[in-house]
C-alpha cells in the first residue's frame, strides 16, 4: 500500500470538513436563535395584550360591563382583567396582580408592562391608562408564551437541518470540482515520473490547480528539453572517446600483430600516448563537472592577490602559448588585488579558459590574460584573436558540448566541457561569466566578474 493510500481522499476530507462547518454553524444558529425564539415569543404575546388592553382602556362600557359580570375574556389564552379606579382602588380577577408601584404607574397616565405572581401562576402584565383617570390592567399566564416559544422552535428544526445537508452537498459538489484536475495532474505525474514525456494537464478549476497543471506541463516541457540535452551530450560524449579508443586499439592491434615494427614502433607509441592523453583529460572534465555538480563540494576560502596569481598564470600560459607560435600577453596592474575567494579554482577557471583560447587561436595572433580591480570585486578576461563567437555561439557558450558539435571538423574542439566547466567554477566562487564576440584582438571575449568575498553584493564600475 502506498503512502497515498494510507490516507482519507480530498473528496472525503472536504466532505468532511464542509459538513463539520456547516454543522458548527447551525449549531451555533441554532443555540443563538433557541434563545432569542423564547424573548421574541414574549415580546409577541406582550404586544398582543397590550394592544388589547389599549382596545378596553378607551372602551369604559365594555371593561365595566365585562368587570360587573365578573367573568374572564372568552378566549383561549385565559385572559383576566382589573381596573384601577382614578381613586386607587383595584376591582376585577386580576387585582391581586396589581401591585403599588404598577397603580401608581397607571394613576399617573403611564402604561404598564411587569410581570406577577396570580393564583401562584406566573402571568404577563400590561395595562393602560383610561380616559376617566384611572387604568385598565391585562394579564395572561406565561403558559401562552411556552406554548408560542414551542411552536417557533418547531419551525426551526426544519431550516437547520436542510442548511446542513445543503452544506454537505456544496462541499460535495466542491470536493468533486477539485479532486477531479487534481487527481489528473496526480496521474500526469506518475506518468511523468515513470517516463512519459508530451502529456499535459488541461488548466481547469481554480486558479491555484490551474497553476499547479500549467507546472506540470512546464515540468514536461523541461524534463524533454533537460533529457534531449543529456542524449545529445551523451551521444557527444561517445563519439569523444570513441574516436581515441578506436585509434588505440588500431595500433594496439598493428603492435600485437607485429604489423608495425623497428623505426616506426616509436610513432606509434607516440600516437598512442597522445590518444590516452586526450581520453584522461576528457574524462577528468568529466569527473570536474560532476564534482562542481555536487552539493557538498568544497572550496578553500582564503584571502588572494589576484595580481600574483594572474602573473604566476601568465608565466605557465606564455611558455606554453610560445610553443605555438600563439603571442601571449598579461594586463594586470601591477599592485596587490585582494579578495577573498579560493586560489586554486580561479586559476583552474583561468585555465580553462586559456586552454580555450589557445585552441582556437591561429599561429601568430594574440591570446590576453587581463586583470583590473572593478568596484568591490575584481575583473578578469580572456581574450583571443581566434575565429571568434557569433549571437547564436554566445547563447549555448556554456551549454555541455554545444560548441564542440556545432564546430567540429570546422574548427579545434575539445572535449566540450572547459566552457560548462568555467560557468559552474564562476557560480560556485559567487562571481558571473559572459561571453561574446567582437574582442580587440579580433576574436572571443570572456570576462569573469568576482566579489569581494564570497556571497558579497557585486555592482561592477565597468560595462566590459
Keep these: 500500500m502506498s503512502a497515498v493510500d494510507g490516507r482519507g481522499s480530498l473528496t472525503r476530507s472536504i466532505v ?18 433557541w434563545r432569542t425564539i423564547r424573548t421574541n415569543a414574549e415580546a409577541q404575546e406582550r404586544d398582543q395584550l397590550s394592544r388589547q388592553a389599549e382596545v378596553l382602556a378607551r372602551t369604559p362600557p365594555l371593561a365595566s360591563w ?7 375574556i372568552a378566549g383561549p389564552d385565559d385572559i383576566r382583567l382589573a381596573i384601577v379606579r382614578p381613586s386607587g382602588e383595584i376591582d376585577g380577577p386580576a387585582a391581586v396582580a396589581v401591585g403599588a408601584a404598577s397603580r401608581e404607574a397607571l394613576l399617573s397616565g403611564e402604561r404598564l408592562s411587569t410581570t406577577a405572581r396570580l393564583d401562584g401562576d406566573e402571568v404577563l402584565v400590561e395595562g393602560a391608562p383610561t ?38 452537498l456544496a462541499g460535495a459538489l466542491l470536493a468533486r470540482r477539485l479532486a477531479r484536475p487534481l487527481v489528473t495532474a496526480a496521474r500526469t505525474a506518475h506518468r ?18 490551474a497553476e499547479l497543471a500549467g507546472a506540470l506541463n512546464t515540468l514536461d516541457t523541461a524534463l524533454t528539453h533537460s533529457e534531449n540535452r543529456q542524449r545529445d551530450f551523451l551521444l557527444s560524449v561517445s563519439h569523444e572517446i570513441r574516436t581515441p579508443l578506436t585509434t588505440a586499439r588500431g595500433y594496439a592491434e598493428a603492435l600485437a600483430d607485429e604489423v608495425i615494427t623497428g623505426e616506426e614502433v616509436p610513432e606509434a607509441g607516440r600516437i598512442l600516448r597522445t590518444e590516452i592523453e586526450r581520453l584522461e583529460h576528457f574524462v577528468g572534465d568529466l ?76 599561429a601568430g595572433r594574440p591570446v590576453v590574460l587581463a586583470l583590473r580591480a572593478d568596484g568591490p570585486g575584481a575583473l578578469l578576461e580572456v581574450r583571443d584573436g581566434g575565429p571568434g563567437l557569433t549571437d547564436d555561439d554566445i547563447e549555448v557558450a556554456f551549454m555541455r558540448g554545444a560548441l564542440t558539435d556545432r564546430y567540429r571538423g570546422v574548427r579545434p574542439v575539445g572535449s566540450g566541457l572547459g566552457l560548462a566547466i568555467a560557468h559552474r567554477l564562476a ?38
Design 287 to 362: 569527473l570536474a563537472l560532476a564534482r562542481l555538480e555536487a552539493d557538498d563540494f568544497r572550496l578553500d576560502i582564503v584571502e588572494v592577490d589576484l595580481d600574483a596569481l594572474v602573473a604566476e598564470t601568465a608565466t605557465a600560459w606564455s611558455a606554453r602559448c610560445a610553443r605555438h607560435d600563439v603571442d601571449f600577453r598579461v594586463e594586470r596592474p601591477e599592485r596587490p588585488v585582494p579578495i577573498t575567494t579560493d586560489g586554486f579554482r580561479v586559476r583552474q577557471l583561468l585555465d580553462g579558459l586559456a586552454e580555450n583560447a589557445l585552441r582556437v587561436t591561429p
Design 192 to 209: 511523468l515520473s515513470e517516463g512519459a514525456r508530451g502529456v499535459t494537464v488541461p488548466a481547469e478549476g481554480p486558479a491555484e490547480v
Design 16 to 33: 468532511l470538513l464542509t459538513s463539520a462547518v456547516a454543522a458548527v454553524a447551525v449549531l451555533l444558529t441554532g443555540l443563538f436563535a
Design 66 to 72: 365585562m368587570l360587573d359580570r365578573q367573568q374572564r
Design 131 to 168: 380616559l376617566t383617570g384611572g387604568g385598565l390592567v391585562l394579564t395572561q399566564p406565561m403558559s401562552a408564551v411556552d406554548q408560542a416559544t414551542d411552536r417557533m422552535r418547531g419551525s426551526l428544526v426544519l431550516p437547520l437541518v436542510l442548511g446542513l445537508t445543503g452544506a454537505a
Design 427 to 464: 557560480d560556485r566562487l559567487g562571481g558571473t561569466i559572459t561571453a561574446r564576440g567582437g574582442a580587440p584582438e579580433g576574436g572571443a571575449w570572456f570576462t569573469v566578474r568576482l566579489p569581494s568575498y564570497l556571497g558579497a553584493p557585486y555592482t561592477p564600475l565597468t560595462d566590459s
